[in-house]
């Protein structure tokens, strides 16, 4: 295989130069116009639940929780998490709010994440429509308030923060998605440029003759320009 050296590699992608920064420019342009006008937006609407309520209180005036009781909540944070995504929970959502998905559509949609060593849950909920992002926040925490009550046989749940209407998408990041487009681009560019100065056998100086052929150059005809 014939050796390339860095030099002729640099001047192949030189000469490429202006097809790399094409090609970087109809990446970002692509990215941008399949985040802005292909991909739906998606808005995100979130509420968060404490686990422990007042009543869970000593009543000797000082109102100091046990330490007992704090784990116990804390170990039941995980449960719960299952809990609001499971069939009970959704079917029950998707019937107030006559949704037309599936159980299994909804569930994919609700996020459950727990703040490390508490007993706060926050439920975050992912739809096209914000409106509705924020209805099956709020139905999904309120139906699983009043259900872990009968599942569970306790009532230690309580809303904190009722889930707003989201007014930004959060996804797609139409900055960041073109931007990516722009690097992909510029890596396929210079990809091209330099498999193209690989394969590129044609013969360029008389030092590709003499090793090509093992043959002597006997003369070199000047290149003249017009005018010259």
């Given amino acids: 295989m014939e050796e390339i050296s860095l030099i002729e590699l640099w001047d192949g992608i030189r000469k490429r130069l202006v097809w790399i920064i094409l090609a970087a420019l109809l990446g970002g342009v692509a990215a941008f116009a399949l985040s802005r006008f292909v991909v739906a937006p998606k808005y995100e609407a979130s509420t968060t639940m404490i686990v422990g309520r007042p009543n869970d ?65 926050s439920v975050r909920v992912t739809d096209t429509i914000p409106e509705r992002a924020m209805d099956i926040a709020n139905e999904t925490s309120e139906i699983f308030v009043d259900s872990v009550k009968d599942i569970m046989n306790i009532d230690n749940v309580q809303i904190l923060d009722a889930a707003e209407m989201p007014e930004k998408p959060v996804s797609p ?56």
């Fill in 57 to 121: 209180m000593q009543t000797g005036g000082t109102s100091q929780i046990e330490y007992n009781d704090l784990l116990v909540n804390q170990r039941l944070v995980p449960t719960y998490s299952e809990i609001i995504r499971s069939r009970t929970i959704t079917n029950d959502v998707l019937s107030n709010l006559a949704l037309d998905m599936t159980s299994e559509e909804l569930s994919e949609r609700i996020t459950v994440q727990t703040l490390r060593d508490s007993e706060i849950i």
């Fill in 173 to 228: 990041r139409v900055l960041f998605n073109t931007l990516v487009g722009i690097i992909l681009g510029l890596m396929i560019g210079l990809m091209m440029a330099v498999v193209r100065e690989v394969m590129d056998d044609t013969l360029k100086t008389t030092e590709d003759i003499t090793d090509g052929f093992e043959m002597a150059v006997l003369g070199v005809i000047p290149t003249f320009r017009k005018g010259e």
